[in-house]
């Protein structure tokens, strides 16, 4: 059969395209799971984002698929339920498969749209064995993870518990079935390896809880290093590891730091999500390691820097050292001079705008991020299906914008008991678009070509909406706020 692999071409504000095209891992571990007769091809959208109709008619023309598959954010399910009309339009008698977070968490939102079945959580096995059903027209009733329709309903199979990661289950990724080209990261081309499943902390605002519970499994390195080095095969000089949470088992991450420096893999550039408990913790024996290794941003999950946001977040342990003494304290810092001290960037992960969140709290993260990080990414909470966080807006009714393309975390879509959402996203845009330019010298540094012919576009990017006058403090910075927000609302129309 041929299958053809989507996944959506929106972006949000922390991505722009022009300098950050990454792509779906779950597309090319699909492909490298599915038996090996099929015809897969995998197309990240991301990298025609002006051209979505265009380019998924002629890959329809070209292809000719049997089998059609999205992977889904929430935030992009506006343009899957486009792009899916479009695809019924073109090719009637194809199937359509979605999966991914959002239909996963919220399957029953697409069992009202156009599409044959939805995977839920892992979906090397249960894609696998669809196709196998489809191909020699067997029942599906078999099938974990998988919803489909019958008769005029829908049937959900029973969940598929989650993958153990042993021996041969979850085959490498086939990154020779993608069809698009161009993936970067500031000029580099970038790839995505992943070394280990699943976290066992429960932050609220975090879908990965519900997506497959509390558990943490891991791949071995021979298989790590392998697919580190097909990635690199392929051309990718950057590599982002997108593990929920690497540093959950610090010595495995120490040990697989060591190998990647064995295998003479270091001279990539490796990006990571880390915990700030954990490098405060282990710092002077990982971090040196990480840099040897090649690491060069981790992305800091402080969220917040008060402990009552921290509380709300369930965000607390993961953000408290313990030294010799057992006395606790927040990491983030020690974690950040860490990071600093072996000459890697801070990426900082913030969430501003939690219900009790004054002007001044939001302030102080906003000061925390200006002084400390190399590079904000600052959010804000956003509801997405079934996590806790969610419940605990809903109930106290702070839930302002239920149009899901805005979920993108930049979109301030809930308010706090204090401040309206839109003066939430106010504070943290007029904030961040400075910070990021902070930035910019270090990054011509390491890129200097690239930094050159794009600083004009990134530069219109994080002031879109300003105008000389706005930025020499001749214009209300708010007018130039809401041209921002309009350009940003025809941005997220794709297609
Ligand atoms: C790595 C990562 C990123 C990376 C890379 C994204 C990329 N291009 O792949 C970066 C940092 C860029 C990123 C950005 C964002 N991310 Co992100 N990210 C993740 C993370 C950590 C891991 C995802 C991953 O690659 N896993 C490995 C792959 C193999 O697994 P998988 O994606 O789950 O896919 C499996 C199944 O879902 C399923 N599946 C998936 N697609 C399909 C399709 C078909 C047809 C089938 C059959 C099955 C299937 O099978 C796959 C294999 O088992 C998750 C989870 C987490 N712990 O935080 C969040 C997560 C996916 N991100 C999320 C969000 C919201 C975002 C952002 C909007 C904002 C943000 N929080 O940073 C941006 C938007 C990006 C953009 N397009 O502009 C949310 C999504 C929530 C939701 N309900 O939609 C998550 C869950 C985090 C959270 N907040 O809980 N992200
Ligand atoms: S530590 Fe990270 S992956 Fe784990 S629950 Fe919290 S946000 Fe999610």
Not at 128 to 141: I, K, P, T, V
Not at 305 to 326: G, M, P, S, V, Y
Not at 334 to 341: G, N, T
Not at 381 to 403: H, K, V, W
């Amino acid at each position: 059969m041929k299958v053809l692999l989507l996944s959506m071409p929106d972006y949000f504000e922390h991505m722009p395209p022009v300098a950050v095209r990454m792509p779906n891992g779950a597309l090319t571990s699909l492909a490298g799971n599915v038996d090996s007769h099929h015809q897969v091809a995998v197309a990240d959208l991301i990298l025609r984002y002006r051209q979505v109709r265009e380019t998924v008619t002629a890959l329809l023309r070209e292809f000719d698929p049997d089998v059609i598959g999205l992977s889904v954010m929430t935030f992009q399910r506006r343009t899957a339920g486009r792009i899916i009309h479009l695809v019924r339009k073109l090719k009637p008698g194809a199937r359509v498969v979605v999966g991914g977070y959002d239909p996963s968490l919220a399957s029953e939102a697409y069992e009202r749209m156009d599409v044959d079945f939805i995977v839920r959580g892992e979906g090397e096995v249960t894609f696998r064995e669809l196709l196998r059903a489809l191909e020699h027209r067997q029942e599906f009733g078999k099938i974990c993870g998988l919803s489909y329709r019958s008769g005029g309903g829908w049937i959900s199979n029973p969940s598929r518990p989650p993958h153990r990661l042993e021996s041969d289950e979850i085959r490498r990724p086939n990154r020779k079935a993608r069809v698009l080209r161009g993936y970067t990261l500031l000029g580099r081309q970038v790839d995505v390896v992943e070394t280990s499943r699943g976290c066992t902390f429960d932050c609220s605002f975090c879908s990965i809880i519900e997506m497959r519970g509390r558990n943490f499994h891991t791949y071995d390195f021979e298989r790590v290093l392998a697919d580190i080095a097909d990635a690199q095969d392929q051309g990718a000089r950057t590599i982002f590891f997108v593990d929920d949470n690497i540093t959950l088992n610090v010595h495995r991450f120490e040990a697989l730091c060591q190998a990647i420096i064995e295998a003479k893999l270091n001279r990539i550039d490796y990006f990571v999500q880390a915990m700030t408990s954990s490098i405060a913790m282990h710092g002077e024996t990982l971090a040196p390691l990480m840099r040897e290794a090649g690491f060069r941003y981790v992305f800091l999950g402080i969220e917040n820097i008060l402990e009552n946001d921290l509380e709300f977040l369930r965000a607390t342990a993961k953000n408290t050292t313990h030294d010799k003494l057992r006395h606790a304290g927040n990491a983030s810092i020690k974690a950040i001079d860490c990071l600093h001290k072996n000459k890697m960037f801070v990426v900082g992960g913030l969430i501003v705008g939690n219900p009790d969140d004054t002007r001044e709290s939001i302030e102080a993260n906003l000061a925390f991020a200006r002084r400390y990080v190399d590079w904000p990414y600052i959010q804000h909470p956003t509801p997405y299906p079934r996590t806790p966080m969610t419940a605990a807006f809903r109930e106290r009714g702070l839930i302002m914008n239920e149009q899901l393309e805005e979920y993108d975390g930049t979109t301030a879509v809930v308010r706090t008991e204090q401040i309206t959402s839109d003066e939430v996203e106010y504070l943290r845009w007029n904030a961040e678009r400075w910070m990021k330019v902070q930035h910019m010298p270090a990054a011509l540094r390491h890129d200097p070509w690239f930094i050159i012919r794009n600083a004009p576009q990134m530069l219109a990017h994080t002031f879109r909406g300003c105008t000389v006058r706005s930025v020499l403090g001749l214009e209300d910075n708010r007018k130039a706020f809401e041209r921002y927000k309009a350009i940003r609302r025809d941005e997220r129309d794709y297609l």
